[in-house]
């Protein structure tokens, strides 16, 4: 009979796997880059946060307590994944990646120069 | 552990190498270098996944400097790629 930190544990580590799953599909399915990334930055980084509690709850009391650098990684997963993928977000479309062609708006075309060429001599 | 655990922590595994090859996948097929670096990322957090799963199914904490280090590591793998696309560049 598994013990109640046990099933807490295990549905933390289904949780997080289904959303880390969700994340890789999105990877294949979506039309296009933007799409990819909102399905990966979003799902992928809820899931291996919640994959990083379930180690924390499951060694938490023992002798090897991972509380700190869990909440470190959870801390620094937090901070880095949208930076990372708003900085590819930005990058990409600067390279004028082709968006889907369902795309019904795009805010964006009215705000940054027509040719890219003047966004990368800015600096 | 009980059975039960057990039987979860494989279903966790297998599930994560699922993504992972997914990942790959989409590594391989493409289309351009913007869906790679994505892929890379993701693949990336599945990695983190997978040590963190491994580590309760062996009851050990060896690899769990791992996990926040590989974070780090994947931030700035990104942010380089990021870099080269937008300048041609890095430095």
């Not at chain 2, 997978?50 to 060896?62: F, K």
């Amino acid at each position: 009979m598994p013990s109640v930190l046990e099933i807490l544990v295990a549905s933390l580590l289904l949780t997080g796997t289904f959303l880390v799953a969700v994340a890789a599909l999105g990877l294949i399915r979506m039309p296009d880059v933007f799409c990819r990334m909102h399905a990966a930055g979003k799902a992928g980084t809820l899931g291996v946060v919640t994959i990083i509690l379930a180690a924390v709850v499951h060694f938490a009391g023992g002798e090897q307590d991972v509380t700190f650098r869990g909440l470190l990684a959870i801390f620094f997963q937090f901070l880095t994944s949208p930076a990372a993928t708003h900085l590819l977000a930005r990058a990409v479309y600067l390279c004028e990646y082709p968006l889907s062609e369902r795309t019904q708006v795009n805010e964006l075309k009215a705000l940054l120069p027509s040719r890219p060429d003047e966004v990368f001599n800015r600096e | 552990m009980s059975p039960f655990f057990v039987t979860v922590l494989w279903i966790c595994l297998l599930g994560l190498i699922l993504s992972g090859i997914l990942c790959l996948y989409r590594m391989f097929i493409g289309p351009r270098a913007g869906d790679r670096a994505v892929a890379f990322d993701t693949l990336g957090t599945v990695f983190i996944a997978i040590i963190c799963v491994l580590g309760i199914a062996w009851e050990s904490v060896l690899y769990f400097d791992a996990v926040w280090i590989l974070t780090i590591l994947g931030f700035l793998g990104s942010a380089s790629i990021a870099r080269y696309l937008e300048r041609g560049r890095i430095f």
